[in-house]
């Protein structure tokens, strides 16, 4: 029977991480000096270029076929005031339609029916914030009577992560240089370099709806990304 080597033996004791987990970056050399982990983060700002708002449209009837001719009616007067907008068909998508009996209630009687309500709901994304606030205006005066958001995102964030990333190994650096000094070494080399995740830190969007004569407006402010690396060094 073949022997195995300690360091395979080692090699199958440690569990498996999922490779989705995290980005990592590893010497393979023994550490002869001092081992230093450091955990530091980057931000960086970025103004939103992107909108998500979920669009709805509520009807009630005495008829099930009557409500749901009704709300299909107002949801193509919606759909065409999107189109009207400028916006994609790839950008309009079906998150939910529902039909509901809807009832009366009283003590000691039963349940008397009063009618349906049929509900239909879009999620919309397009890129105009500067014009979010008409469309939306424009969604209520076509029909739409439900409304939740927007979400402001930031399309193509890696540019902006990458930045991120860059400014969490100086300031890795910059501490591992501090503790250093302290210790009265110096750094040698960077051992590993892993990324456990990165997500952007998202504010609440500013929504002002004001008097009926006046339009909505949508300020998209500023959203951080921020990127934490886990680095470590050899001192000696």
């Known amino acids: 029977m073949k ?6 033996l080692l090699a199958l004791a440690l569990p498996l991480a999922p490779a989705a987990a995290q980005t990592a970056v590893a010497h393979t050399q023994g550490v002869t000096g001092v081992r230093l982990d450091v955990a530091a983060s980057g931000e960086v700002t970025r103004v939103p270029d992107l909108v998500r708002i979920n669009a709805g449209v509520v009807t009630q009837a005495a008829g099930a076929s009557e409500a749901l001719r009704q ?5 193509e007067r919606v759909r065409s005031a999107l189109r009207r907008a400028g916006i994609a068909d790839r950008d309009i998508q079906t998150s939910n339609v529902s ?5 009366r209630y009283a003590e000691n009687q039963p349940p008397q029916l009063t009618g349906y309500r049929a509900t239909n709901e879009v999620n919309v994304r397009f890129r ?3 014009n979010s606030g008409a469309i939306l205006d424009a969604l209520v005066a ?4 439900q409304i939740n958001g927007p979400m402001l995102e930031i399309e193509r964030p890696e540019v902006a992560l990458d930045e991120a990333r860059t400014r969490a190994l100086t300031v890795a650096r ?4 501090l503790y250093a000094r302290a210790l009265g070494l110096r750094v040698k080399r960077i051992l590993t370099v892993s990324e456990p995740g990165a997500a952007p830190v998202m504010p ?3 929504m002002r709806l004001q008097a009926a004569d006046s339009a909505t407006q949508i300020a998209p402010g ?8 886990n680095v470590s060094f050899e001192l000696e």
């Open 3 to 8: 022997r195995l080597t300690m360091a395979a």
């Open 71 to 75: 709300n299909a009616a107002r949801m």
């Open 99 to 103: 039909l509901q009996a809807d009832y």
């Open 128 to 130: 105009d914030i500067a």
């Open 142 to 145: 076509e029909g739409a009577n």
């Open 174 to 177: 910059s501490r591992a240089e």
């Open 204 to 206: 609440m969007p500013a």
């Open 222 to 229: 500023e959203q951080t990304l921020s990127v934490t690396l």
